[in-house]
């Protein structure tokens, strides 16, 4: 969204952009020699969503993204990094913002999440 570009591949870079401004807050703890847990906090807010207004022929966009929400544990089974097996959940809280862009006809806009895990094997 705040590339409107439809893919990295296929779009073509018009550098007319919402742009996005991004507040992280994260911690990474080594729970156990084998264990790390991972979770980060983000605000997003557009710099400039008069270029969405623009582009979606729709006033009044509010610039708060939303919260974005993420937990994660990195497993390493060796104790080395030979072997890495990475898990966790993330969502996304709509804020005004992304509401004035994806709201349905009914005004309701449904919470984002996703699993995501990787293993990672090196010799």
């Not at 030979?82 to 913002?97: C, D, F, Q, W």
């Amino acid at each position: 969204m705040p590339n409107l570009r439809a893919s990295k591949i296929q779009g073509q870079t018009n550098f007319v952009n919402p742009g996005l401004h991004l507040l992280n807050f994260g911690v990474d703890a080594d729970v156990t020699p084998r264990t790390k847990l991972i979770a980060n906090v983000n605000f997003l807010w557009f710099d400039e969503p008069q270029v969405l207004e623009t582009f979606t022929f729709q006033g009044g966009i509010d610039d708060f993204v939303g919260t974005d929400l993420s937990l994660g544990l990195e497993f390493r089974p060796l104790l080395n990094d030979n072997a890495i097996l990475i898990g966790g959940v993330s969502g996304l809280i709509p804020g005004r913002g992304f509401e004035d862009l994806y709201e349905q006809l009914d005004g309701k806009t449904n919470k984002l999440f996703s699993l995501f895990a990787e293993v990672i094997l090196e010799y």
